[in-house]
């Protein structure tokens, strides 16, 4: 590893919340076991700032937002069954309404 790309490499380590360590087998095993990253997103996080997902998923597109869950239960009164059963649309009309509706 060349004198730049150890630089890299301790930039992304502190980036990434890791202390320096040598060794590739240790370093494979630091980017799979430690951070939950492929080296291809290592290095894309080191030089093009790129987080890794790190095992996170993303939430569905259609996914009912958290503020309007939170008040679909919490103001409007739906159960959490209730609110499971709603697409994202029929969340968002069911919130409208009830902003609608004379108190």
């Not at 980036?15 to 360590?21: C, D, I, N, P, Y």
């Amino acid at each position: 590893m060349g004198c730049l790309r150890r630089a890299a490499a301790r930039a992304a380590w502190r980036v990434l919340g890791v202390h320096e360590t040598s060794g590739s087998s240790l370093w494979r095993h630091i980017l799979r076991e430690q951070i939950d990253v492929s080296e291809a997103e290592f290095w894309a996080c080191v030089k093009d700032g790129v987080k890794p997902r790190r095992g996170r998923s993303e939430a569905p597109k259609d996914a009912i937002p958290l503020e309007v869950a939170q008040l679909l239960i919490h103001k409007v009164g739906l159960s959490e069954a209730e609110l499971a059963e709603l697409t994202h649309d029929e969340a968002i009309a069911r919130l409208n309404k009830y902003r609608t509706e004379p108190a």
